[in-house]
């Protein structure tokens, strides 16, 4: 071991002195800390929990006005749909009524017209003639009907039809009980016309007769046989 000349003028340099709160081999970093400062204050204490239930206070306080205004605003969406409700039902119950007068109104106006329009037809027909009379003499009456097809043309259609002694309906035939009546039935209708005919129809419709409808008549051969 070298020993350092007595003319060096370096030194050996004395160790620092260790700080009695210093603690074992941490005295540049891990100071550690005073008794005085690691007792805590009973006042900082106290500070620390008013401050945490005021943050509390405050978090409750928000909470319930955030409840408050969603029930406000849910209390408003529903007041509304009621209001709209009422009113969808008032303006409903309106116009049924409306609707009610109006087809009411149109209704008489519909009588109204009909009534007008068959005045207007009934002024227009002619009067109805005056049927010829054909009465039975001492008790009996022989008479001729011919049956003929026939355009009628005096109202505000036109159609043909059959007619009676060219007459719409036929001549009046007057008898009392116990009379006879004897007639010549002319059929001037025409041939009748070729064609397949369905068996519910009459096959041959040219052909005629008088059907005295529940009269007491002969009943044998052709008196009152419709077909």
């Known amino acids: 071991m070298a020993t350092p000349a007595s ?8 160790a620092a002195p260790r700080s009695p709160n210093n603690s074992y081999g941490t005295s540049m970093f891990c100071e550690s800390k005073r008794p005085d400062e690691a007792a805590e204050d009973p006042e900082d204490d106290e500070a620390k929990d008013n401050e945490f239930f005021l943050r509390r206070g405050a978090r409750q306080l928000q909470t319930q006005s955030l409840h408050l205004r969603r029930n406000l605003a849910c209390t408003f969406v529903i007041g509304v749909g009621i209001v709209v409700l009422l009113l969808l039902s008032y303006v409903h119950q309106e116009r049924q009524q409306n609707l009610r007068e109006a087809g009411a109104n149109t209704q008489a ?17 002619p009067e109805l003639p005056t049927l010829e009379t054909r009465a039975s003499v001492n008790g009996e009456l022989n008479t001729t009907i011919t049956v003929a097809e026939k355009l009628v043309d005096n109202g505000p259609i036109a159609f043909y039809t059959r007619a009676y002694e060219d007459s719409v309906p036929g001549p009046m035939l007057l008898l009392k009980p116990g009379d006879v009546l004897n007639i010549h039935l002319v059929n001037n209708l025409g041939p009748n016309v070729a064609g397949e005919w369905t068996p519910n129809t009459m096959h041959e419709p040219n ?14 051969g052709t008196e009152d046989n419709v077909f």
């Open 7 to 14: 003319g060096d003028g370096s030194r050996k340099r004395a």
């Open 109 to 125: 106006k519909g009588v109204t017209s009909r009534a007008e329009l068959l005045n207007q037809v009934l002024q227009k027909l």
């Open 207 to 220: 052909n005629t007769n008088l059907h005295f409808h529940g009269m007491h008549v002969d009943p044998t």
